[in-house]
């Protein structure tokens, strides 16, 4: 899947001050994804509220970000959860004809088995009529898909293709990359330690701070891939205090506060969420500044 390699950022959901969708803006952050040297778009995904958003709300932001897109760059659809009967069932009824693979976390809350989750990706990998980026995320998650399981699924089923891998650990990145299947992508889904994981092996990013400065963290991306290392590093140092900040009050509320200095969206969130205050919002908006 070379379309995978590189950046692809995890598109927000925009909204009104009455909490409805902002298709306007939605457009707007999708331009500016294209405009900038992104190599792919993630829709769907945690960072755009999608726990928050109905089924004809999902429906409206495919649709959006799809006639925005005008085909320019691959898509990427999240489809996961704690059900496995509703998301092979979502699969075989959802019209994919837009999109390049599927982002499917690992089940959340259940908190299953080793097994468990081999089994879930399982029905998963036989339902879907496209390949399939594993992720891992145990802060969100409350349990690791453990690098056995991750190689024993990319092992037994062709069309799963990729991990995003946000456990934040260095060491089982580095497993993963050393014992995986020819062709098998780790991508990071952890900003603070793309680089690194580019630098050992990895394909790219599944990027928050990528889509704010999608620019300058892509550029990042390429130079690590192409081994400058101290040129890569020298940008990814500009961003780490960012990548701090845009999660300290939770995400996307950090992203939004940056597009909304950016001129691009409100800076709104659904409830449970709530805006960053008003000290982060001020940094938040030095650092774009600075950053731009």
Do not use: W
Not at 24 to 38: H, K, M, S, W, Y
Not at 129 to 155: D, E, H, K, Q
Not at 255 to 280: A, M, Q, S, W, Y
């Amino acid at each position: 899947m070379q379309s995978l390699i590189g950046t692809g950022v995890a598109l927000v959901t925009p909204f009104k001050k009455d909490f409805s969708v902002d298709t306007e803006a939605l457009t707007r952050i999708v331009n500016f994804q294209i405009d900038n040297g992104i190599e792919y778009l993630v829709v769907l995904g945690t960072t755009a509220e999608n726990a928050t958003l109905n089924e004809n709300e999902k429906q409206l932001v495919i649709d959006t970000i799809v006639a925005a897109n005008k085909g320019r760059l691959p898509l990427v659809l999240g489809v996961g959860g704690n059900d496995t009967r509703s998301i092979v069932a979502e699969l075989k009824s959802r019209n994919l004809s837009s999109f390049q693979a599927i982002l499917s976390v690992s089940p959340y809350y259940n908190k299953p088995t080793q097994e468990g989750i081999y089994q879930h990706f399982k029905a998963v990998a036989e339902a879907s009529p496209l390949p399939i980026i594993l992720y891992n995320v145990p802060g969100r998650t409350a349990s690791n898909m453990l690098p056995s399981t991750v190689i024993r699924l990319a092992t037994d089923f062709k069309n799963i293709v990729a991990i995003k891998e946000a456990a934040g650990d260095m060491v089982q990145a580095m497993k993963l990359i050393q014992n995986k299947p020819e062709g098998f992508l780790v991508i990071s889904g952890d900003d603070m330690i793309t680089l690194p994981m580019i630098l050992a092996g990895g394909s790219g990013v599944i990027s928050v701070i990528g889509e704010g400065f999608p620019k300058q963290f892509s550029e990042m991306v390429r130079l690590g891939l192409n081994r400058k290392v101290e040129d890569a590093y020298k940008m990814h140092y500009q961003f780490a205090d960012g990548i701090d900040m845009i999660f300290e009050q939770g995400n996307p509320a950090g992203i939004k506060e940056v597009f909304k200095t950016l001129g691009l969206c409100e800076n709104i969130v659904r409830l449970p969420l709530v805006n960053v205050d008003d000290n982060l919002a001020q940094r938040l908006n030095d650092f774009t500044k600075n950053v731009n």
